[in-house]
């Protein structure tokens, strides 16, 4: 069973960088052939893809967060991080991490974290 | 605005099936076969239910079936149960520099 968690902050200040990590309990992470990915909410909303990384380090991301995103991969750690910049009050959301790239659905997924954005 | 449209509510009573829609364009839901759809219960992270447009993960009652007509892909969900009560969202691979869009969601109501 593979299982994630997310960690990091719970409260950024504006115009400053998000930075989230997530921890894979999964023994073939860096030699399975999965994308890896992170989803937003905001609280009473719906989800938003914000990007994904193979484990080889390939990344995409979506186009309307493309400019303050960065996902990166720690094989020797089991991980794989978000960070995101110059935040605003829009960015305030649970952030899940996620196994998949959005081919064959997202199949495991972290229990979420919240992030506040707030002076 | 989501890329993918879904109806805000549906609603069924126990035992009834229920269809909830998700219409996308030939760019993303028309041009793969790569809708998933999800379960979110409240406070809750979202379940896999249906892959591929019609493929149930492992452990997903087969009450769950997904299809697709051209740009639009559905979740029909039968016999329902109040346990199904939750919010669904669809998800469409979309390529380009795209890659993933999802649904704004729909509110099931088990009456």
């Known amino acids: 069973q593979v299982q994630l968690q997310e960690s990091g902050p719970g409260l950024v200040k504006p115009s400053e960088t998000l930075s989230l990590t997530c921890t894979v309990s999964d023994g073939s992470f860096s030699s399975g052939d999965y994308y890896w990915s992170w989803i937003r909410q905001p609280a009473g909303k719906g989800l938003e893809w914000i990007g994904r990384?193979?484990?080889?380090?390939?990344?995409n991301y979506n186009p309307s967060l493309k400019s303050r995103v960065t996902i990166s991969v720690d094989t020797s750690k089991n991980q794989f991080s978000l960070k995101l910049s110059s935040v605003t009050a829009a960015d305030t959301a649970v952030y899940y991490c996620?196994?998949?790239?959005?081919?064959?659905?997202?199949?495991?997924w972290g229990q979420g974290t919240l992030v506040t954005v707030s002076s | 605005q989501s890329a993918l449209t879904q109806p805000a509510s549906v609603s069924g009573s126990p035992g009834q099936s229920i269809t909830v829609s998700c219409t996308g364009t030939?760019?993303?839901?028309?041009?793969?076969?790569?809708v998933s759809w999800y379960q979110q219960h409240p406070g809750k992270a979202p379940k896999l239910m249906i892959y591929?447009?019609?493929k149930r993960p492992s452990g997903v009652s087969n009450r769950f079936s997904g299809s697709k007509s051209g740009n639009t892909a559905s979740l029909t969900i039968s016999g329902l149960q109040a346990e199904d009560e939750a919010d669904y969202y669809c998800c469409s691979y979309a390529g380009g520099s795209t890659f993933v869009v999802f649904g704004g969601g729909t509110k099931l109501t088990v009456l």
């Open positions: 990384i193979s484990t080889s380090g390939s990344t």
């Open positions: 996620t196994r998949g790239g959005g081919y064959y659905g997202f199949d495991y």
């Open positions: 591929e447009g019609s």
């Open positions: 030939s760019s993303d839901v028309g041009g793969y076969n790569l």
